[in-house]
């Protein structure tokens, strides 16, 4: 799965480019209880399913920074570079968090191609990552990550 792209040249072309979608995942609450453990965010709409239940969302949710961070997991799903000499995360822009996501939800990502750009030798690729909620017709999250790639 995944487009590819060879050249600063092919990434230039691909401005606007629709890239799909990858498989779904599902978002377990074991996943989020070790998010939490790796950030130190305990907070109860996170970890504790029985307080959660009574709570706003009806379930424990996801931590929004857990859902950015699925961008990281989508993004080689979406979009692959052959003759890659080096690429570096270089941040993000308008990040949102439109709907929670609850534990046990899956989620897929949705790539978008929105600015390519050349910058020092290389080019500067602005992606939208929408992380979908499957049956919500809102995202738990939109991305726009902002990678600097380098090719041979």
Known sequence: MGTRFD???AVLA????????????????ERIDLFAESTGDHQWIHVDPVRAADGPFGACVAHGYLTLALANCFLPQLIAYDR????????CDKV?????VRAGARVRGHGLVLRAEEA??????TVRITVEIEGSE????VVDTISRLFFH
Do not use: H
């Not at 890659?84 to 941040?91: E, F």
């Not at 949102?96 to 929670?100: D, E, G, L, V």
């Not at 020092?120 to 690729?125: C, E, K, L, M, R």
């Open 120 to 125: 020092g030798g290389g080019v500067q690729v």
């Open 84 to 91: 890659l000499k080096m690429g570096v995360n270089y941040g």
């Open 138 to 141: 809102r995202p738990g999250c």
């Open 14 to 29: 691909a401005q606007g480019r629709d890239l799909g979608v990858t498989d779904w995942l599902s978002l377990g609450q």
């Open 7 to 9: 050249s600063v040249a």
């Open 96 to 100: 949102r968090f439109p709907a929670p």
